[in-house]
C-alpha cells in the first residue's frame, strides 16, 4: 500500500517570492506597495495550486521575515501585505528603508530556516 502526502515546500516558496519582490523593486526604483494577482503567484510557484491557495499565508509569514542589509525590524523587507481573497490578489507594502538599501545594492537576507518548525 502507498501513502502519497503533499509536503509544501515553504522555504523554498518563500525564496522565490522575497527574490521576486526583491527585482520588482530593484527594476522599479523605491516602490512602497506592489501588488500581485493569482496568477502571477501561481506562475512563480510553478504552478503549485495548494501553494498559491491554502499555503499562501505560511508561505508569505515566512517571506515577510526577510531583510535588507541587516537582521533588524527597522529593515524588514514586508512591512504588512493583505491578501485579497474575493479579488484573487495580494498587496505587499515595503518598508521604506528597506526598499532604499535595496535600491542601494544592499543584500537580501534569508531568515532562519532552523528557528521554524
Not at 503533499?6 to 527594476?27: C, E, G, V, W
Not at 494577482?37 to 504552478?47: M, N, R, S, W
Not at 485579497?84 to 538599501?101: I, L
Amino acid at each position: 500500500m502507498s501513502h502519497f502526502s503533499h509536503k509544501p515546500d515553504y522555504f523554498l516558496h518563500a525564496h522565490l517570492l522575497a527574490n521576486y519582490l526583491s527585482n520588482r523593486i530593484q527594476k522599479a526604483g523605491e516602490i512602497t506597495t506592489l501588488t500581485m494577482t493569482g496568477k502571477e503567484v501561481y506562475d512563480l510557484f510553478d504552478h503549485d495550486f495548494a501553494s498559491t491557495t491554502s499555503d499562501l499565508e505560511g508561505i508569505i509569514n515566512i517571506t515577510d521575515n526577510y531583510h535588507v542589509a541587516e537582521n533588524s525590524p527597522e529593515y524588514k523587507l514586508i512591512a504588512d501585505y493583505k491578501i485579497h481573497a474575493e479579488h484573487n490578489t495580494v498587496t505587499f507594502n515595503f518598508n521604506p528603508k528597506a526598499v532604499q538599501a535595496l535600491v542601494q545594492g544592499q543584500a537580501l537576507l534569508a531568515p532562519d530556516a532552523n528557528s521554524y518548525e
